[in-house]
C-alpha cells in the first residue's frame, strides 16, 4: 500500500533533519582535519619528537578517516533516499528487491532503508 502524502512528508523532514546531522559532522571532520600538528599543540615544529607521539596521532588521524567515510556513506544512501522519494514517491517505501512494502516502522527507524527486513536479512547472510 503506497504511503500517504503526510508520511512522506513526515519520512521527508526526518531524511532531511538525519542529512543536516551528518553534514554538521563532517563540518566538524573537516575543521579538525584541516588543524595541523603545529597548529594544534602550538609546537613550531610539525612533527611530534616520539615515536609513540607519532603512533597515536597517525592512529587517531586514521580513526576520524574512518568515521568521515562512515557518515559519508551514510550521507550518501541518504541523499538516494531523497532521490527516490522526490522522483517517483510511489515508489519510496518499496522494497528495490522484491517490491513488497519496506514497511511504516522500518522506515520510521531507517529512512533510509532501501530493502524491507527480509530481502536485508537474505543479503546480509548472503555476504558472511
Known sequence: ??????ELAHFEGRLLEEREKIVKQLAQFDESFS???????G????????????G???????????????????????????RRLYKAPEGYGVCQECGE???YERLDALPHARLCIKCKEREENDVA
Open 1 to 6: 500500500m503506497p504511503l500517504t502524502k503526510k
Open 56 to 82: 597515536t596521532d597517525a592512529m587517531e588521524r586514521e580513526k576520524a578517516f574512518l568515521f568521515a567515510s562512515k557518515e559519508g556513506r551514510l550521507l550518501y544512501h541518504i541523499d538516494e533516499a531523497l
Open 101 to 103: 512494502d519496506v514497511g
Open 43 to 54: 609546537d613550531l615544529s610539525a612533527y611530534s619528537f616520539h615515536m609513540a607521539d607519532q
Open 35 to 41: 588543524d595541523t600538528l603545529q597548529g594544534s599543540d
